[in-house]
């Protein structure tokens, strides 16, 4: 079997619109996947914030019926259009009510009240898609706690449909922390019977947690690396399906994230001050002056800068930053940091910036141009997660000879070659525990090879910036795992491939 239908759902896909990482995989995965020519297709919400002119959507004929179980039948538009800079379609469901809102989730820090309603629709909207598109997907590939109620709704309210007779699905989990779980009134919205409100199936503690019937119900699950997809087997890791996990770990999988190199490339790269590559470094030194200027700390060359970017959450390890902040501060370096997320830290970080002009630059809020600018202008990249499934910026970092200081956890260990004073190895510094004695440390190390082994540090870099995580490898392995779930549907049927 060459060619495969796919039907990608996703809240989240690049460009159209965006909270994390999540975005970035179901915006590029599609099109290498393409690339293999398979026959791909997205499907998401079509939030507010997404510019139908812009990207030029068509409005498809007809409405889409969409049954909410208990709650009657709702009815949605679907707009078509493509993923920028390729062919392949993406779908948008439409409907003012549950989407025509300015947040993806929440607004001003707080989740909407019906976020399982939403999800829930839009994951039964996908599957009532496919059937007026006359789509037979091979595999439904779900992602997250959003779309996790699609595998389920496969093997129930469309168990016996013969648009599905040889569909099967594949959930990915790009963060385990979120799992979707509601009070038991969504199993009203979902309307698979309360037979399915069980232990081993949907509930948890008496509510409904839909990644755990994702988790059950799908064929075969992946995680966004190998470290994570053992990890969230622990449980430290497991936010509490830690059991769940092993008992399904038969079909789960890791598989690393790529990077989009046309993106995220010093030698191509049209939002910094000059572009450079591992032949000609002159530029990233421009680029470090260019990034002090932005945050107003003195220009100087002969100091680390080190740079952080990403949602400001407890995820993101900002505790160990928080705590560690007044021993850095008393270095000879410069931080910069850019990002949003938990109150906290928002006003922590920027009182400090204020106080500490000459050391700190705080950048609170999500900007593009300036998370490309703190890729090329740093030395050194800061990403202390206290867990991370794959984490980007770190991959990024290392195509810009920007030298990731991680913890060891998640895709950030199986990404990252910890340096070694062999005078070969290494791509970046390592530290394991989560403390921010092990984070102090870390930096200090890696400062000593900055000021005192240039060549050592030169070495790390060249080593970096030759690392491709690239979609194409990525894509291969997804490929592999679609014909392991079209395999065991098949299998169960008893149908010959
Ligand atoms: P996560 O999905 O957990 O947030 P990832 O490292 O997988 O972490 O992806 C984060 C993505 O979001 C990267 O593309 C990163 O550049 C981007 N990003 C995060 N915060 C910001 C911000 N404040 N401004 C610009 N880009 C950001
Ligand atoms: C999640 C994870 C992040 C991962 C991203 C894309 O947001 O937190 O580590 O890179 O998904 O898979």
Redesign the pocket.
């Known amino acids: 079997m060459g060619k495969l239908n796919i039907f990608l759902a996703a809240s989240e896909v690049v460009p159209f619109a965006k909270s994390?990482?999540?975005a970035?995989?179901t915006g590029a995965l599609p099109k290498a996947l393409r690339a293999m020519g398979h026959d791909v297709r997205v499907v998401m919400p079509r939030y507010y914030i997404v510019d139908k002119e812009k990207y030029a959507l068509k409005r498809l004929e007809g409405s889409l019926g969409v049954p909410m179980g208990n709650l009657g039948e709702a009815w949605a538009d679907v707009y078509e259009g493509v993923l920028p800079g390729s062919d392949v379609p993406v779908y948008f469901i439409e409907h003012e009510g549950f989407f025509g809102r300015k947040g993806l989730y929440e607004e001003d820090g707080f989740s909407f009240i019906d976020n399982d309603t939403r999800f829930i629709f839009f994951s039964r909207a996908v599957m009532q898609l496919a059937k007026k598109l006359r789509f037979r997907p091979d595999v439904i590939h779900a992602n997250?706690w959003h779309t996790a109620a699609i595998p389920v709704m496969l093997n129930t309210h469309y168990a016996y449909d013969p648009d599905f007779a040889y569909t099967g699905s594949l959930l990915?989990i790009?963060?385990l922390?979120h799992q979707g779980k509601f009070y038991k009134g969504a199993m009203d919205a979902l309307g698979v019977g309360w037979s399915h409100f069980n232990a081993h199936e949907l509930e948890e503690y008496d509510g409904v947690n839909l990644l755990k019937g994702g988790i059950v119900h799908a064929d075969v699950i992946s995680t966004?690396?190998q470290k994570?997809a053992q990890e969230i087997r622990s449980h430290e890791f497991g936010w509490g399906l830690e059991g769940l996990l092993n008992i399904n770990s038969y079909k789960l999988h890791g598989i690393l994230?790529g990077v989009d190199y046309e993106e995220w490339s010093p030698s191509v790269d049209p939002f910094i001050a000059q572009q450079y590559d591992l032949g000609d470094m002159g530029g990233k030194a421009v680029c470090k002056a260019q990034l002090q200027q932005t945050f107003n700390l003195p220009q100087r060359s002969d100091i680390p800068l080190i740079g952080l970017v990403g949602?400001l959450v407890e995820?993101k390890g900002i505790e160990l930053l928080a705590h560690a902040i007044w021993r850095l501060l008393e270095m000879d370096i410069q931080i910069v940091i850019l990002g949003a997320g938990e109150k906290w830290a928002e006003h922590y970080f920027s009182d400090i910036a204020g106080k500490h002009s000459d050391k700190f630059g705080c950048y609170i809020g999500y900007r593009n141009d300036l998370a490309h600018q703190i890729e090329a202008g740093s030395d050194l990249f800061l990403m202390p997660?206290l867990?991370?499934?794959?984490?980007?910026n770190q991959i990024y970092s290392l195509r810009y000879g920007t030298l990731p200081i991680v913890r060891a956890t998640?895709?950030l260990d199986d990404t990252i070659e910890n340096y070694w004073n062999d005078q070969t190895h290494g791509t970046g510094f390592k530290f394991y525990d989560a403390t921010s004695d092990a984070l102090v440390g870390t930096l200090h190390w890696a400062l000593d090879v900055w000021h005192n082994d240039k060549e050592g540090f030169e070495r790390l870099q060249r080593n970096a910036m030759e690392k491709r995580y690239d979609w194409e490898g990525a894509a291969r392995e997804y490929d592999a795992l679609y014909r392991r779930v079209i395999q065991g549907r098949r299998g169960q049927q008893g149908v010959d491939e």
């Open positions: 994390g990482g999540l970035d995989v997250d990915s790009h963060n922390q966004v690396s994570y994230n949602r995820q997660s867990f991370e499934p794959c984490g980007l998640g895709g």
